[in-house]
């Protein structure tokens, strides 16, 4: 074939459209041969080719009668349908709190994990039986936020978080396997590959107008395609159920026809003010368009009303203009209540046929806005072609759609890499309150992950090119903020003072949340912290537990809340460097502190009981075989703050006791052996004796201060 010529297919739901275009000198297209074939049965469902053989056995019968003008057809450019795309919404925050945006890189990777939240999101509102694949064919930035308030750019700004909203497209990988595979079963090569939205675009809007926010409507048989552009670019694709049949089958239903005979009255409407038909019953009749279209006004509203809430759904607004192609534009009166129902005049709303692509010189008569994609298609894929681009990544290869530029991001998605854990999180911050000021302790700095590609350090706005091998690891997060009690105060003093003739060392105090704590106490979030360094006496005799009471002959404690007063008398002064001081006093590194100690004037336990004429144990002695044994068991227990006191513990003033007393029971025979450890072993023919006091007793037989117990073997007369 001509290397000038061109073999494009247009696969849609009902029919096939082939098309032999011819690039001249100029730059200009012509075409040269079309042929059109309808399927013989339903093999296309939303832009996707369902049953493989059925549309390959199409498309060799469209090969076949162009190659009788042409001669053999070896490559095709096809492409692949709009109805195919979903185009999803995404989002990613980031809390800035700490840490702020502070380069391009970070909003990339902000805005690709967006694309992936997006691609998560079509994910969940896809069939769980789906297995599709889904790669990104392009994105674009709707918003940035901070604080959810919208900005330019959150680069160097502060707050508490940042936030980038994207709209992402996504393609099916299935749909363009499937293509390649019934193209194969034709015998057919794929020279290009495109998209059916891109494709109509680049011919009916050209590069300087789209920054123009223009919709373009491709209204087929089965479905509505459609795309927005903005700001130089493509920005959102989407899809309606609902097209041409629509229409087509509400004549059939009025009127009572045949699907084809209806199709037919449809496409008649278009330039004649009257139609005449034969129904199902053989009935023939004549009817005026404007009575037809009374009929199915409905249908048409129904329509209109499902397209315009996709494109507002798209665009969050009216576009600036409506281009419509596609058979199904031509219905009657759906331009004009698609422009009323936008809001638009109806100027603003036209159907583009063929004879408006600047770039093409026609040589056929049809001109219609239904041949306006295939056209498209042969020009895109000659001038725009959508290239595979083969890459591995982390040892897994991948095969991506070059629909833009690509990049390591767009590696990394299809490669299955989690964006939000790539890069390394910030380590959870601390709130404190110190000494009554709230201080924040910031976590460690998460890393960037590590990429390479083909050997070289890379990012992930590096350009990728076919066959990139990439590696990547991703960053670590940063360590969570820790500060000891001594470090988030950032004074910490320390002295030496001799008591007593011992170097003691003394310390700043911390105190969280009231309790005494170490200096290396670890800081809780949201705790509060005291501290103080003791620089009076009487602060160190405190913390040291050197309990120093005042001067008086007596004291109080309480005992089970009853004070009982008890009577002491010690010398309590003391002594700093050899001078009698007051307990207020301040204190220097170094200095030295005496006091007298005099530990036989303490009051203890014991003289409490004395006081109150206790006695602590219930005793009892004996003579057991001979030896002096000493029995004894409590009779009351005094606790101080849940402690067991000994007689021997000293009471200090204001002490608060509990006393708890035991059943006072006797003693008996066999409470000996808690004392006692017997060692003997009797003879042949000799038996067990108990006595107390020479007379015979047994083992529960109660016993006093003073009984003689014996326990032996004897030989029974």
Request: with cysteine.
């Amino acid at each position: 074939m001509d290397k000038n010529l061109l073999f494009a297919l247009d696969i849609g739901t009902r029919s096939v459209v082939g098309m032999i275009l011819k690039q001249h000198s100029d730059g200009k297209y012509e075409i040269l041969h079309m042929k059109v074939m309808e399927h013989e049965e339903r093999s296309m469902l939303d832009g996707q080719i369902h049953h493989i053989p059925a549309v390959a056995k199409v498309i060799v019968k469209i090969k076949k009668a162009l190659e009788m003008e042409t001669g053999p057809l070896q490559k095709v450019c096809v492409a692949a349908a709009g109805r195919a795309l979903k185009t999803v919404k995404g989002r990613s925050e980031r809390d800035i709190s700490t840490v702020a945006v502070t380069s391009k890189e970070e909003i990339i990777h902000m805005e690709l994990a967006a694309v992936q939240h997006a691609q998560f999101q079509l994910a969940s509102m896809l069939d769980e039986k789906s297995n599709h694949i889904y790669d990104c064919v392009g994105y674009s930035v709707l918003h940035y936020y901070l604080d959810d308030q919208e900005i330019g750019s959150f680069i160097g700004q502060q707050g508490l978080s940042a936030s980038v909203e994207v709209i992402a497209t996504f393609l099916p990988r299935v749909v363009v396997e499937s293509l390649i595979r019934a193209l194969r079963e034709a015998d057919l090569e794929m020279e290009a590959l495109t998209l059916e939205p891109i494709a109509a675009i680049n011919v009916l809007i050209p590069q300087s107008m789209r920054k123009l926010n223009v919709a373009l409507v491709d209204i087929g048989a089965g479905t509505s395609d459609i795309a927005l552009t903005a700001e130089g670019t493509v920005v959102a694709y989407g899809m309606v159920p609902v097209a041409g049949d629509e229409i087509t089958e509400a004549i059939s239903s009025e009127f009572l026809l045949d699907f084809p005979v209806a199709e037919e009255m449809k496409r008649s409407l278009y330039q004649s003010d009257f139609v005449e038909y034969t129904d199902i019953l053989g009935f023939s009749s004549k009817k005026s368009k404007s009575e037809v279209l009374e009929k199915i006004k409905p249908s048409i509203e129904n329509l209109a009303e499902n397209i315009t809430k996709e494109i507002l759904q798209l665009n969050a607004k009216p576009p600036q203009a409506v281009m419509f192609v596609g058979g199904g534009s031509m219905t009657p009166g759906l331009r004009e209540k698609i422009a009323e129902k936008l809001n638009l005049p109806t100027e603003r709303a036209a159907i583009r046929g063929i004879d408006a692509i600047t770039s093409l010189t026609s040589s056929i008569e049809q001109t219609g806005p239904e041949f306006v994609t295939p056209v498209g298609i042969g020009i895109a894929a000659r001038e725009n072609p959508v290239k595979y681009v083969t890459i591995t990544v982390n040892e897994k290869t991948i095969r991506l759609f070059e629909v833009k530029k690509l990049t390591i991001g767009d590696a990394l998605i299809a490669g299955g890499a989690d964006l939000s854990k790539l890069y390394g999180r910030p380590g959870l911050g601390l709130m404190i309150k110190v000494n009554g000021q709230v201080k924040m302790i910031k976590g460690g700095l998460g890393t960037p992950p590590q990429i390479i590609m083909s050997g070289k350090e890379a990012s992930l706005s590096h350009e990728i090119f076919d066959g990139a091998v990439i590696s990547y690891k991703a960053g670590v997060n940063g360590a969570n903020a820790s500060v000891a009690a001594k470090e988030a105060v950032q004074e910490h003093l320390r002295k030496t003072i001799v008591i007593n003739g011992e170097p003691t060392t003394i310390e700043t105090q911390y105190y969280v949340n009231q309790q005494l704590v170490t200096p290396e106490t670890l800081l809780n979030d949201r705790e509060e912290l005291i501290s103080y360094f003791p620089n009076t006496i009487v602060e160190i005799l405190e913390i040291k537990g050197l309990h120093r009471i005042d001067n008086n002959s007596s004291f109080s404690v309480k005992v089970d809340g009853k004070p009982i007063l008890l009577s002491r008398s010690i010398n309590n002064s003391i002594y700093l460097n050899g001078q009698i001081i007051d307990r207020a006093s301040y204190w220097n590194d170094g200095d030295q502190l005496t006091f007298e100690t005099v530990k036989d004037k303490q009051v203890t336990l014991k003289d409490l009981l004395d006081s109150l004429q206790l006695n602590l144990h219930q005793s009892c002695s004996v003579t057991f075989n001979n030896e002096e044994v000493s029995l004894s068991r409590p009779l009351f227990k005094f606790y101080r703050n849940g402690e067991l006191l000994t007689e021997d513990s000293v009471l200090y003033p204001n002490d608060e006791l509990n006393m708890e007393k035991t059943t006072q029971q006797p003693f008996i025979f066999q409470d000996i052996f808690i004392k006692v450890d017997i060692a003997i072993s009797p003879r042949p023919g000799e038996t067990l004796v108990i006595l107390k006091n020479k007379e015979k007793a047994g083992f529960q037989t109660e016993i006093e201060t003073g009984d003689v117990l014996e326990l032996k073997f004897e030989v029974l007369i």
